[in-house]
Protein backbone atom coordinates (compact mmCIF):
# COMPACT_ATOMS: atom_id res chain seq x y z
CA UNK A 1 0.00 0.00 0.00
CA UNK A 2 0.86 3.62 -0.39
CA UNK A 3 2.63 5.08 2.59
CA UNK A 4 5.40 8.08 3.37
CA UNK A 5 8.64 7.80 5.45
CA UNK A 6 8.98 11.57 6.96
CA UNK A 7 12.16 12.10 9.09
CA UNK A 8 12.29 12.15 12.84
CA UNK A 9 12.52 15.30 14.59
CA UNK A 10 12.79 17.16 16.52
CA UNK A 11 14.96 19.55 14.30
CA UNK A 12 16.21 22.32 16.23
CA UNK A 13 18.35 25.45 14.14
CA UNK A 14 19.23 28.92 14.06
CA UNK A 15 17.48 31.79 12.47
CA UNK A 16 19.07 32.05 8.65
CA UNK A 17 19.86 28.51 8.70
CA UNK A 18 19.35 26.53 5.80
CA UNK A 19 16.56 23.71 6.67
CA UNK A 20 15.69 20.42 4.64
CA UNK A 21 12.82 17.65 6.01
CA UNK A 22 13.49 14.82 4.12
CA UNK A 23 10.24 12.57 2.76
CA UNK A 24 10.20 10.05 0.96
CA UNK A 25 7.11 7.59 -0.43
CA UNK A 26 6.21 4.09 -1.92
CA UNK A 27 2.83 4.52 -4.44
CA UNK A 28 1.69 2.94 -7.37
CA UNK A 29 1.27 5.54 -10.33
CA UNK A 30 1.27 8.84 -9.86
CA UNK A 31 0.25 10.60 -6.51
CA UNK A 32 -0.05 13.64 -5.40
CA UNK A 33 2.52 15.08 -2.81
CA UNK A 34 1.96 17.79 -0.26
CA UNK A 35 3.47 19.52 2.71
CA UNK A 36 1.42 21.00 5.41
CA UNK A 37 2.09 22.77 8.59
CA UNK A 38 1.29 22.93 12.06
CA UNK A 39 1.64 26.13 14.09
CA UNK A 40 0.88 25.85 17.85
CA UNK A 41 -2.27 25.55 19.08
CA UNK A 42 -3.79 25.76 15.49
CA UNK A 43 -4.98 23.06 12.83
CA UNK A 44 -2.77 22.06 10.05
CA UNK A 45 -2.65 24.17 6.76
CA UNK A 46 -1.00 23.32 3.58
CA UNK A 47 2.35 25.05 2.51
CA UNK A 48 2.82 23.43 -0.83
CA UNK A 49 1.95 20.58 -3.29
CA UNK A 50 2.99 18.84 -6.23
CA UNK A 51 1.03 17.17 -8.65
CA UNK A 52 2.90 15.28 -10.84
CA UNK A 53 6.67 14.24 -11.65
CA UNK A 54 9.59 17.26 -11.70
CA UNK A 55 6.76 19.60 -10.39
CA UNK A 56 8.09 22.26 -7.94
CA UNK A 57 5.91 23.25 -5.69
CA UNK A 58 6.80 26.57 -3.47
CA UNK A 59 5.69 28.93 -0.86
CA UNK A 60 6.64 31.31 1.69
CA UNK A 61 9.97 30.69 0.41
CA UNK A 62 9.51 26.90 1.17
CA UNK A 63 10.48 24.79 -1.79
CA UNK A 64 9.74 21.09 -2.61
CA UNK A 65 10.16 19.16 -5.98
CA UNK A 66 8.26 15.86 -6.93
CA UNK A 67 11.09 13.50 -7.67
CA UNK A 68 9.90 10.13 -9.07
CA UNK A 69 12.80 8.40 -9.80
CA UNK A 70 13.85 9.18 -5.82
CA UNK A 71 10.20 8.57 -4.86
CA UNK A 72 11.14 11.65 -2.62
CA UNK A 73 9.59 15.42 -1.92
CA UNK A 74 11.74 17.29 0.36
CA UNK A 75 11.13 20.51 2.27
CA UNK A 76 13.78 23.20 1.80
CA UNK A 77 14.43 26.99 3.09
CA UNK A 78 16.90 28.81 2.45
CA UNK A 79 16.91 30.60 5.27
CA UNK A 80 14.68 29.81 8.52
CA UNK A 81 12.88 32.97 10.90
CA UNK A 82 11.87 31.80 14.50
CA UNK A 83 7.89 32.03 13.01
CA UNK A 84 8.84 29.05 10.74
CA UNK A 85 9.02 27.16 14.23
CA UNK A 86 6.12 24.71 13.42
CA UNK A 87 5.60 20.52 12.50
CA UNK A 88 5.63 19.91 9.44
CA UNK A 89 4.12 17.02 7.89
CA UNK A 90 4.62 15.28 4.22
CA UNK A 91 1.31 13.29 2.84
CA UNK A 92 0.71 11.71 -0.22
CA UNK A 93 -2.73 11.45 -1.65
CA UNK A 94 -2.91 8.31 -4.17
CA UNK A 95 -4.45 7.75 -7.78
CA UNK A 96 -7.58 5.82 -8.72
CA UNK A 97 -10.34 5.20 -5.93
CA UNK A 98 -8.06 5.64 -2.77
CA UNK A 99 -9.41 8.58 -1.26
CA UNK A 100 -7.49 8.47 1.90
CA UNK A 101 -4.45 11.30 2.28
CA UNK A 102 -1.49 9.41 3.39
CA UNK A 103 0.19 10.93 6.13
CA UNK A 104 4.19 11.41 7.41
CA UNK A 105 4.88 11.20 11.56
CA UNK A 106 5.48 14.97 11.37
CA UNK A 107 8.68 16.71 12.04
CA UNK A 108 8.85 19.53 14.98
CA UNK A 109 11.13 22.27 14.34
CA UNK A 110 12.03 24.70 16.34
CA UNK A 111 14.07 28.06 15.65
CA UNK A 112 16.29 29.83 17.98
CA UNK A 113 16.84 33.68 17.68
CA UNK B 1 -14.78 34.62 7.75
CA UNK B 2 -13.52 31.09 9.24
CA UNK B 3 -13.49 28.73 6.61
CA UNK B 4 -13.64 25.75 8.59
CA UNK B 5 -15.17 26.17 12.14
CA UNK B 6 -15.04 23.58 15.40
CA UNK B 7 -17.26 23.91 18.23
CA UNK B 8 -16.14 23.41 21.40
CA UNK B 9 -12.20 24.71 21.11
CA UNK B 10 -11.65 22.86 24.67
CA UNK B 11 -13.52 20.12 25.91
CA UNK B 12 -13.26 18.51 29.65
CA UNK B 13 -15.60 15.78 30.61
CA UNK B 14 -15.54 13.00 32.93
CA UNK B 15 -15.23 9.12 31.70
CA UNK B 16 -18.30 7.27 31.28
CA UNK B 17 -19.91 10.60 29.56
CA UNK B 18 -21.05 10.99 25.98
CA UNK B 19 -20.56 14.28 23.86
CA UNK B 20 -20.62 15.82 20.50
CA UNK B 21 -18.17 18.44 18.65
CA UNK B 22 -19.36 20.20 15.84
CA UNK B 23 -18.36 20.98 12.11
CA UNK B 24 -18.93 23.29 9.77
CA UNK B 25 -17.41 24.68 6.48
CA UNK B 26 -18.90 27.89 4.58
CA UNK B 27 -15.89 26.85 1.53
CA UNK B 28 -18.99 25.14 -0.92
CA UNK B 29 -16.85 22.02 -0.44
CA UNK B 30 -17.87 18.63 -1.09
CA UNK B 31 -15.71 16.61 1.60
CA UNK B 32 -15.17 16.53 5.07
CA UNK B 33 -12.89 14.65 7.17
CA UNK B 34 -12.79 13.95 11.12
CA UNK B 35 -9.31 13.36 12.10
CA UNK B 36 -7.76 12.54 15.77
CA UNK B 37 -4.17 13.71 16.85
CA UNK B 38 -2.36 12.14 19.57
CA UNK B 39 -0.13 13.80 21.55
CA UNK B 40 2.93 13.17 19.51
CA UNK B 41 0.94 14.98 16.68
CA UNK B 42 0.40 11.73 14.75
CA UNK B 43 -2.75 11.99 12.59
CA UNK B 44 -5.39 9.18 12.47
CA UNK B 45 -8.09 9.53 9.84
CA UNK B 46 -11.56 8.55 11.46
CA UNK B 47 -14.46 9.40 8.84
CA UNK B 48 -15.01 11.23 5.68
CA UNK B 49 -18.02 12.31 4.34
CA UNK B 50 -18.52 13.32 0.31
CA UNK B 51 -21.83 15.24 0.17
CA UNK B 52 -23.59 13.38 3.01
CA UNK B 53 -22.33 9.70 2.00
CA UNK B 54 -19.76 8.12 4.11
CA UNK B 55 -17.07 7.29 2.04
CA UNK B 56 -13.94 6.99 4.88
CA UNK B 57 -14.92 4.79 7.79
CA UNK B 58 -11.74 4.03 9.47
CA UNK B 59 -11.11 1.58 12.42
CA UNK B 60 -12.40 3.39 15.11
CA UNK B 61 -14.66 2.34 18.20
CA UNK B 62 -18.46 2.24 17.43
CA UNK B 63 -19.15 4.51 20.58
CA UNK B 64 -17.85 7.09 17.66
CA UNK B 65 -20.54 8.12 15.30
CA UNK B 66 -20.06 10.66 12.73
CA UNK B 67 -23.58 12.84 11.56
CA UNK B 68 -23.59 14.69 7.75
CA UNK B 69 -27.27 16.87 8.55
CA UNK B 70 -25.90 18.19 5.00
CA UNK B 71 -22.78 18.95 3.08
CA UNK B 72 -21.47 21.37 4.80
CA UNK B 73 -21.69 20.35 8.85
CA UNK B 74 -20.23 16.91 9.75
CA UNK B 75 -20.52 16.31 13.65
CA UNK B 76 -18.96 13.66 15.69
CA UNK B 77 -20.55 12.00 19.00
CA UNK B 78 -18.98 10.27 21.44
CA UNK B 79 -20.49 7.53 23.33
CA UNK B 80 -19.22 6.28 26.90
CA UNK B 81 -15.36 8.47 27.13
CA UNK B 82 -12.29 6.58 27.86
CA UNK B 83 -9.21 7.88 29.08
CA UNK B 84 -7.60 7.03 25.87
CA UNK B 85 -9.99 9.13 23.87
CA UNK B 86 -8.34 12.37 25.08
CA UNK B 87 -6.66 14.06 21.78
CA UNK B 88 -7.14 17.08 19.59
CA UNK B 89 -10.19 16.29 17.14
CA UNK B 90 -9.90 17.93 13.95
CA UNK B 91 -12.23 18.98 10.99
CA UNK B 92 -11.42 19.06 7.64
CA UNK B 93 -12.99 19.65 4.00
CA UNK B 94 -12.09 19.43 0.54
CA UNK B 95 -13.73 20.69 -3.01
CA UNK B 96 -14.02 16.67 -3.15
CA UNK B 97 -11.85 13.66 -2.69
CA UNK B 98 -10.02 13.53 -5.76
CA UNK B 99 -6.32 13.38 -5.37
CA UNK B 100 -5.36 17.22 -6.57
CA UNK B 101 -7.77 18.79 -3.83
CA UNK B 102 -5.49 19.40 -0.79
CA UNK B 103 -7.53 19.82 2.88
CA UNK B 104 -8.63 22.54 4.82
CA UNK B 105 -8.28 22.33 8.95
CA UNK B 106 -10.54 23.68 11.50
CA UNK B 107 -8.50 24.45 14.55
CA UNK B 108 -9.32 21.79 16.48
CA UNK B 109 -11.17 20.70 19.83
CA UNK B 110 -9.11 19.42 22.63
CA UNK B 111 -10.63 16.79 24.10
CA UNK B 112 -9.94 16.06 28.08
CA UNK B 113 -10.90 13.23 30.20
CA UNK B 114 -10.44 13.22 33.57
Known amino acids: GNSVTQMEGPVTLSEEAFLTINCTYTATGYPSLFWYVQYPGEGLQLLLKATKADDKGSNKGFEATYRKETTSFHLEKGSVQVSDSAVYFC????????????WGLGTSLAVNP | DTAVSQTPKYLVTQMGNDKSIKCEQN?????MYWYKQDSKKFLKIMFSYNNKELIINETVPNRFSPKSPDKAHLNLHINSLELGDSAVYFC?????????????FGDGTRLSIL
Open chain 1, 91 to 102: ALKGAGNNRKLI
Open chain 2, 92 to 104: ASSQDSTRNQPQH
Open chain 2, 27 to 31: LGHDT
